[in-house]
Each structure stands twice: as structure tokens, then as C-alpha cells.
């Protein structure tokens, strides 16, 4: 697609984010299955909610600027998809996977929040009060669920670190498997 003026580019970036919400739609889905941390699970349940609203709202967004509904493949969102399901997969147990859950939110809500201010701005500056509203919503929404996560990443960090006992068990099984292997040897 040419992006010749604001209008188009506009439009490119409209088509882009309505991609990067169907596919973080589906990611969001995966997600909530792989959360073992209920809090975390229930949050992004909350937000699969959210974003099928933003979808709706760019689906009046389009139908504003008598357009179809246009998905402009976003290569950021294909990106952050494949990295959290790369991350989630390679985590070794339940809370470095909720945690690595949880850094992908992150990650993807800062986008989201990014594309959203910029499409908020070049609305109100086309004059497109309605359309800025509903970008607005969604952009709010998104600022909501970061602050939300980027709260969360602390407990979950913090439930992922191994307790003193735990690493003092850890290093007499290793002592142990050690001391197994010499007398093997001998």
C-alpha cells in the first residue's frame, strides 16, 4: 500500500494495529492456559475481554473512514508472539514460566500503548474527535494492563527465587552427587 499522505499512513498504522490485536488475541489465549499463578491467569483473561473490545473499536474505526476492516501484516507482533512463545517454552518450571509470561504482557502492552498514542494524536489532528475517543479507550485500557504487569513482575520474580533452603538443598544434593561420582571413580 503507497503512504502518500497523513490519511494513508493513518490507515497503514490502523490496518497494523488491528493485526497486532488479533495476534496478541491468539497469543493471550496460549498464555492464559500456560499461567499457573492465578492472579496472572485471571488478568490476562480480564484483558483477552479488552482486547476483543479493541478489536471492535478499530472495527469502528474503520467503518468511520468508510473503509473494510484491513489487516496490514505487523512484523513487531509476529515478533513479540514467536519471542514469548520461545520464552514460555524454554522456562525450566511454573514460575519462571509465569514470570516469562509476564515479561511478554509487558513488552506487548508498551507497543500497544505506542501505537495507540500515535494513532490518538493523528486522529485529534485530522479533526476525527469520534475515532480519537475510541482510540483513546483502547490506548487507556493498555496503559492500565502495563502498569498492572509491570506491578506483577515483582511478585512473580520474587516467588521464582529459590528460598536460602532451597539453595542449601541444592548444594548437598550437588556435594552429594559429587562425592557419588569420586567414589565411582576410585
Request: charged share 25%; with cysteine.
Amino acid at each position: 500500500m503507497p503512504i502518500t499522505n497523513a490519511q494513508d499512513l493513518f490507515v497503514y498504522e490502523l490496518g497494523d494495529i488491528y493485526d497486532a490485536e488479533h495476534r496478541f488475541l491468539e497469543g493471550q489465549q496460549e498464555m492464559a492456559q500456560k499461567a499457573t499463578d492465578q492472579s496472572l491467569e485471571k488478568a490476562i483473561q480480564e484483558h483477552i475481554e479488552q482486547t476483543r473490545l479493541h478489536i471492535r473499536n478499530l472495527e469502528l474505526v474503520f467503518e468511520r473512514l468508510d473503509r473494510q476492516p484491513q489487516r496490514q501484516t505487523s512484523h513487531v507482533a509476529q515478533w513479540l508472539v514467536n519471542e514469548a512463545q520461545q520464552s514460555i517454552q524454554e522456562a525450566q518450571n511454573d514460575a519462571i514460566r509465569d514470570c516469562a509470561i509476564n515479561a511478554a504482557v509487558i513488552k506487548v502492552e508498551h507497543f500497544e500503548m505506542g501505537s495507540y498514542r500515535t494513532m490518538f494524536t493523528g486522529a485529534q489532528l485530522m479533526g476525527q474527535t469520534e475515532i480519537a475517543n475510541l482510540l483513546e479507550q483502547n490506548m487507556r485500557q493498555e496503559e492500565e494492563a502495563a502498569r498492572i504487569a509491570e506491578w506483577s513482575i515483582a511478585e512473580l520474580l520474587r516467588a521464582a527465587q529459590p528460598t536460602k533452603e532451597q539453595e542449601q538443598q541444592e548444594g548437598l544434593i550437588d556435594k552429594a552427587k559429587g562425592k557419588l561420582n569420586e567414589l565411582r571413580g576410585q
